[in-house]
T-cell receptor, first 111, second 112 residues
Framework: DAGITQSPRYKITETGRQVTLMCHQT?????MFWYRQDLGHGLRLIYY???????DKGEVPDGYVVSRSKTENFPLTLESATRSQTSVYFC??????????FGDGTRLSIL | QKEVEQNSGPLSVPEGAIASLNCTYS??????FFWYRQYSGKSPELIMF????GDKEDGRFTAQLNKASQYVSLLIRDSQPSDSATYLC????????????FGKGTHLIIQP
């Protein structure tokens, strides 16, 4: 079935390690987004992309890197993980002015 | 700084009654408004979206938008226990490429 999938669903890592969260969508949507969700803060935008090779920072981009070489994939990399990046990460996609639809999320714990 | 405000709740409503959820936003240039439902441990699920002033109905759900007052609401008629969840209000300022600004959500409890 078409949709948006995130992997892994759960990840435990240590501070200082690099970790990449994957996002893949089969809708051929132009727009893709990464959010993090934390208690007390709600969902906050990390990075977004309007098309392949076009990315831009959101509200909380520090410590994260994104790329989008193909329309369907939008990986998020934590180059040197910190405990403050422990969170639930959601990827979303949309087309034109339509609403965003979310993946199932990745629960990331950094020890 | 764009802000979206919601009462965190919990909002407790008897089964079969109308649940009313409210949201205010700070950016007067906001163009699109969304309501997502999120069950504990799950991802946000789109319930309603509205772009123009007035009401929009879909089944048991009605979204209401008042841009002059910078106010969005969601009404849930004939509330069911399965409606118990956190409801997130989200606002988009520009076109489809813009990210969403979310409120922190209202926790709704439907009492059987």
């Amino acid at each position: 079935d078409a949709g948006i999938t995130q992997s892994p669903r759960y990840k435990i890592t240590e501070t200082g390690r690099q970790v990449t969260l994957m996002c893949h969508q089969t809708w051929s949507h132009s727009y893709m987004f990464w959010y993090r969700q934390d208690l007390g803060h709600g969902l906050r935008l990390i990075y977004y992309s309007a098309a392949a090779d076009i990315t831009d920072k959101g509200e909380v981009p520090d410590g994260y890197v994104v790329s989008r070489s193909k329309t369907e994939n939008f990986p998020l990399t934590l180059e040197s993980a910190t405990r403050s990046q422990t969170s639930v990460y959601f990827c979303a996609s949309s087309e034109d002015r339509q609403p965003q639809h979310f993946g199932d999320g990745t629960r990331l714990s950094i020890l | 700084q764009k802000e979206v405000e919601q009462n965190s709740g919990p909002l407790s409503v008897p089964e079969g009654a109308i649940a009313s959820l409210n949201c205010t936003y700070s950016d007067r240039g906001s163009q699109s408004f969304f309501w997502y439902r999120q069950y504990s441990g799950k991802s946000p699920e789109l319930i309603m979206f509205i772009y123009s002033n007035g009401d929009k109905e879909d089944g048991r759900f009605t979204a209401q938008l008042n841009k002059a007052s910078q106010y969005v609401s969601l009404l849930i008629r004939d509330s069911q226990p399965s409606d118990s969840a956190t409801y997130l209000c989200a606002v988009r300022s520009g076109g489809g490429a813009d990210g969403l600004t979310f409120g922190k959500g209202t926790h709704l409890i439907i009492q059987p």
